[in-house]
């Protein structure tokens, strides 16, 4: 099993989801969180609509999304 962490909150391993990142301990991709924002939903609200995720997790996502745009785009991208 290859796991590789990219920030405390987010990671990738190759045998959830094919490897997209995510939120670690979670089945969450980062996409997910993006998408939400996208809806208009704020970062502070989505615990709310993903309520085993933390605030921190979440900020985390966005941060990771805004150094790796393309890399999530794309994710988006392949799940519509």
């Not at 490897?19 to 924002?37: D, F, M, Q, S």
């Not at 309520?51 to 392949?78: C, G, M, W």
């Amino acid at each position: 099993m290859n796991v590789t962490t990219e920030t405390f909150y987010i990671t990738n391993d190759e045998s959830i989801l094919g490897g997209e990142p995510i939120t670690k301990n979670t089945r969450t991709p980062v996409r997910a969180i993006v998408e939400l924002c996208r809806l208009g939903v704020s970062p502070e609200e989505i615990p709310q609509h993903l309520p085993h995720l933390r605030l921190a997790q979440v900020f985390s996502a966005l941060s990771y999304y805004s150094d790796n745009t393309e890399e999530i785009n794309q994710f988006i991208k392949i799940n519509h």
